[in-house]
């Protein structure tokens, strides 16, 4: 795939850069423009100037001190380096490559006054995969996210730490090694490097891109439990959802009837006496549903953030600069935190049919926890503790981010919006809901070859792609094996993608 900076980019763009899949380049047309907003704050650096903020100003509180233009360099530079204030472990490799290339777009944008040489260094830091090395902890959303934006700053101006070829080193041995000198910010691009949200987009977009996929890979893991569980199809009927008319309940209906065409085991229990099944099958398409719906609305949201100037102050087509709240990460943080819900909300369901497919009181006919000599064996006893043991963690992280605040800089910056937090948040939530449908599938996978009649197309599929690294549990073994391999096929979409009837 190959990237345009300055145009318009989406979840798509932003996770094939995440995960180097894509190459980079500077538009034309976004340089042209950059050049002329650098050319407005250019007409503000000399002695007569009027004073305004963020070229020739202190920061935050510090608002109202005039800087000399003399020390504009240094004014730029102890900026990076006072904000580089980050604790904790270090981002992921992914997420730091997101965050370079959210702050590359949005100072591509040409609203920030930035010399284009900036993007550019960005753009070969990603192209040789320097990553600077970014603690995760430090940004409460207020002006951006201030802290870790300000480590990868510092790698940009031959300081701070970076990891190359695998090994992390000195930001200054980094650009050595990429063969780039240090990058000598002029005025505003200090300020311009760490304001905004590209570190919470890092973090959550690509998160949130996986949200995308597993709200359609839990129709087929659900499927699949259903299909183990002698479930009825009668729920999914179009009429049913239609009387309601969400589109995320009519989309996961319409999906599940896909996977279940042409089942024999549905077909083998058409006149079995069963009146209900639990509402962990039955409402399939309401709760899977919502999820969906939730999840697109948090990506529109993204989608807006990714396409926006969240610079302050910002340079207006006009060339006046103009002083704002653009960074402000406040509805990033609440779409992540609907997003975590919803994933929730997706795990927990999920784990109930996993506990339904180990009971043989409810399981309809099954061994105890689906061994093939109960007793002797344990089976996928174990399976359902673990995922129980994710969804409650899950649930605990689940408490909204954005509903918190808690004042900063002297009370200037007085009401933040926890970002990064909910980004955080969001991405270990992520990654425990497809861990619980990754074993999910294991399980289910079990049930439909214990029932040996065949499930419905969209099933079968996905069951054939998990046999692939799975094998039928014949023998107690080590399962964590068997629940990674899983968890491969979830989290890059080829659950779903075999199962080949994506809704």
């Known amino acids: ?39 407005a704050v250019e007409r503000l650096l000399g002695p007569d100037a009027p004073a305004t903020y963020g070229i020739n100003t202190g920061f935050g509180a510090l608002a109202e001190i005039r800087i000399a233009p003399t020390q504009l360099h240094a004014l730029q530079r102890n900026l990076v380096r006072s904000h580089a204030v980050g604790v904790g472990p270090a981002l992921a490799r992914e997420a730091v490559r997101a965050m370079m290339l959210v702050r590359a777009q949005t100072l591509a944008l040409a609203r920030s006054g930035v010399r284009p040489v900036v993007v550019e260094r960005l753009l070969a830091l990603l192209a040789r995969d320097v990553v600077p090395h970014i603690p995760a902890q430090g940004s409460v959303g207020a002006c ?21 070829d695998g090994e992390l080193v000195s930001g200054g041995e980094a650009l050595a090694r990429a063969a780039l000198e240090p990058l000598v910010l002029e005025a505003k691009e200090g300020l311009a490097l760490i304001n905004g949200t590209a570190a919470m987009l890092g973090v959550g977009g690509p998160a949130l891109g996986l949200a995308e996929r597993l709200v359609q890979t839990a129709d087929v893991t659900g499927a699949m439990s259903l299909e183990a569980l002698k479930g009825s199809v009668t729920p999914f009927h179009e009429e049913i959802l239609e009387a309601r008319r969400h589109p995320g309940a009519l989309a996961s209906a319409a999906h599940l009837r896909k996977l279940l065409v042409d ?19 039955r409402c399939m398409p309401q709760v899977h549903g919502s999820a969906r719906d939730l999840v697109r609305f948090a990506a ?8 926006s100037v969240t610079d302050n102050p910002i340079v207006g087509l006009d060339g006046a600069i103009r002083s704002g709240g653009n960074f402000h990460g406040q509805p990033v943080a609440a779409a992540f935190d609907v997003a975590s819900i919803a994933l929730v909300d997706l795990a927990s369901i999920a784990e109930r049919r996993l506990a ?57 910056e007085d009401h933040v919006s926890m970002g990064m937090t909910a980004a955080r948040a969001l991405a270990e939530i992520a990654r425990m809901c497809a861990w619980v449908l990754a074993i999910e599938a294991v399980v289910a996978g079990q049930g439909i070859t214990l029932r040996a009649l065949t499930p419905g197309v969209g099933v079968a599929r996905a069951l054939a ?15 964590s094996g068997d629940f990674e391999a899983a968890l491969a096929l979830v989290e890059r979409g080829a659950l779903l993608q075999a199962a080949g009837c994506a809704g």
């Not at 529109?300 to 396409?307: S, W």
């Not at 061994?371 to 909204?400: C, D, I, N, W």
């Not at 998990?466 to 399962?479: Q, S, T």
Request: with cysteine; proline share 4%; charged share 25%.
């Open 1 to 39: 795939m190959r990237v345009i900076v300055g145009e318009v980019i989406g979840l798509d763009e932003l996770m094939a850069v995440a995960e180097g899949r894509a190459d980079l380049a500077l538009g034309e047309a976004a340089r042209s423009r950059m050049e002329r907003s650098r050319a």
């Open 144 to 164: 951006g996210d201030l802290a870790p934006l300000a480590h990868l700053a510092l790698v940009l101006i031959g300081e701070g730490r970076a990891t190359v």
């Open 263 to 281: 089942s024999q085991i549905v077909q083998s229990h058409v006149d079995c006496g069963e009146v209900q099944d639990a509402y962990s099958l």
């Open 300 to 307: 529109g949201v993204i989608a807006i953030e990714l396409d």
């Open 356 to 412: 339904y497919l180990v009971d043989h009181h409810r399981n309809r006919g099954l061994p105890p926890f689906l061994a093939r000599q109960s007793g002797l064996h344990s089976g996928f006893m174990m399976a359902q503790v673990t995922a129980a043991s994710l969804v409650a963690e899950a649930r605990a992280m689940a408490v909204p981010r954005s509903a918190d605040s808690i004042p900063t800089s002297a009370e200037r």
């Open 465 to 479: 792609c998990l046999r692939e690294v799975v094998a039928p549990l014949d023998d107690d073994r080590v399962l």
